[in-house]
């Protein structure tokens, strides 16, 4: 149907088709401005991404500048200077844990790199039967067939299962709610040796890779794993030559208060996985990164990595992550995200005592909340009800975006809101967006008008 008088509204192909979206046309700090100028409060920075804030005249100058200069050439054929520099800068802002890094446009694409790259260290290693990639339920790594191969939240794989091959998925690390019925009094990490079992019955010949989130992003909002967790992955990992890569897709870049999120663990990866924030919310831009020991194996033999993706490497995005990584380092952001994050964490403490809140939960900025019907037996909400998505709206009615999850149908769990915002965040601000949330959860969001 061809509607002239249209802006173009009902032309665009969208994630809920039926939905009525509010149009978004600028941004300045943490707030978000629609066509009608209505402002809210990005209280997520869109999909836990927008780490800078909006509308920074900064950024846009790189853009601008680097636009002029050159935007694109070929990496297979070249290499340019802003693709070098923000490669340098992110190995030094992992203290060159990492060595080298192979950049891509999100984070869906850096999932895919790392995996493969995996393969090919294997390959290399003389070692060509380990191909299987070892995932967790209730996780999410991307939305291509084999990122969503290994995605354990069901939900966003049902629909296309005929595409995915069949991957081995262990539990997850979900201490709220155990798939081993533990407390953290009784935790002997049946979550973390569960890999040593699947890796027996796949045997160890087989294995390639473990592929995890090292604090859980959208399937569980910020589900921190208990202590000693990723030592003992590491470990089982380390002893039946399976790789460790982490998916710091979402974590990555300051948001969990630490420049990675496994420096919070006491282990190091052999393949990290970034995306979103790590261009602070100004470019589509993903990477994926690994030591020399990764790279000098591929190197040393094949001499070739025959993967990627046209658009990797550009100059115009790379030079966006080097001034991303500079901004953090200028404006103290990473310590930012950490002593705010603690902020609003205990400003979250009137919530969890609200009957209708069963958990709260995350590190830095990034704080998830799991709501249930009943606080005492956990039970969540029936799906079809759409809490957290009634939650959301009923935020957005009153000047502020919260990103949601209705949980996931492998494994129970409540609905969710995730709480992810600019870095740049003002204790202030992180007030008014609790008490919206506290007025939210007051309301009566199971009425059926809603
Ligand atoms: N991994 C995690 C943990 C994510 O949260 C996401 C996106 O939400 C992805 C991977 C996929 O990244 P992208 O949407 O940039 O392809």
Redesign the pocket.
């Known amino acids: 149907m061809n509607n002239q008088t249209d802006s173009g509204k009902s032309h665009v192909f969208h994630f809920f088709l039926n939905r009525k979206y509010v149009s978004i046309a600028s941004g300045k700090g943490v707030y978000i401005y629609d066509d009608q100028g209505n402002r809210y409060l990005d209280a997520s920075g869109g999909?836990i991404l927008c780490s800078l804030g909006h509308g920074l005249e900064e950024m846009a100058d790189v853009i601008n500048e680097q636009a002029r200069k050159l935007v694109y050439v070929h990496r297979v054929d070249f290499t340019n200077p802003p693709l070098e520099e923000a490669s340098r800068k992110l190995c030094e802002a992992s203290n060159f844990v990492m060595d080298k890094v192979f950049f891509v446009s999100?984070?869906?694409?850096a999932?895919e790199i790392g995996i493969k790259i995996a393969r090919k260290y294997h390959l290399d290693n003389g070692k060509p039967s380990k191909s299987r990639v070892i995932s967790r339920w209730q996780s999410?790594?991307?939305?291509t067939a084999g990122?969503l191969a290994w995605t354990g939240a069901t939900a966003r794989r049902n629909d296309f299962m005929p595409y995915l091959h069949d991957f081995n998925h262990i539990p997850p690390a979900y201490c709220y709610r155990c798939w081993f019925n533990k407390t953290p009094d009784n935790c002997d990490l049946d979550c973390a040796n569960a890999l040593e079992n699947e890796i027996m019955c796949l045997g160890p010949d087989n294995v390639s890779v473990f592929l995890a989130?090292p604090v859980s992003?959208?399937a569980l909002c910020g589900a921190v794993p208990p202590e000693g967790y990723f030592e003992r992955i590491r470990e089982i990992c380390d002893k039946y030559d399976v790789l460790l890569m982490f998916?710091e897709?979402?974590t990555g870049a300051g948001r969990t208060g630490k420049m990675f999120a496994y420096e919070h663990f006491n282990v190091v990866p052999d393949i990290l996985a970034l995306?979103?924030g790590l261009s602070g919310g100004y470019f589509p831009i993903?990477a994926t990164a690994v030591p020399q020991f990764i790279h000098d194996k591929i190197a040393s033999n094949s001499g070739v990595f025959g993967a990627g993706h046209s658009w990797g490497g550009n100059p115009l995005g790379c030079s966006v992550v080097s001034k991303t990584l500079d901004y953090i380092k200028e404006h103290d952001l990473v310590e930012r995200s950490h002593t705010l994050g603690e902020y609003l964490n205990n400003k979250l403490d009137k919530l969890r005592a609200h009957p209708l809140v069963g958990d709260v939960r995350g590190l830095g900025l990034m704080r998830g909340i799991e709501f249930v019907q009943d606080k005492t037996t956990k039970k969540p909400f029936e799906k079809s009800l759409g809490f957290s998505s009634r939650v959301s709206a009923a935020c957005l009615e009153k000047g502020m975006f919260v990103e949601y999850s209705s949980g996931c149908d492998r494994g129970q769990a409540g609905d969710m809101v995730m709480l992810g915002p600019p870095f740049i965040i003002t204790e202030e601000q992180i007030d008014s967006a609790v008490q919206i949330l506290e007025q939210v959860l007051d309301q009566d969001l199971l009425s059926s008008d809603r």
């Open positions: 999909p999100g984070g869906t694409e999932i999410y790594h991307g939305s990122a989130e992003g959208m998916d897709v979402m995306g979103k993903g």
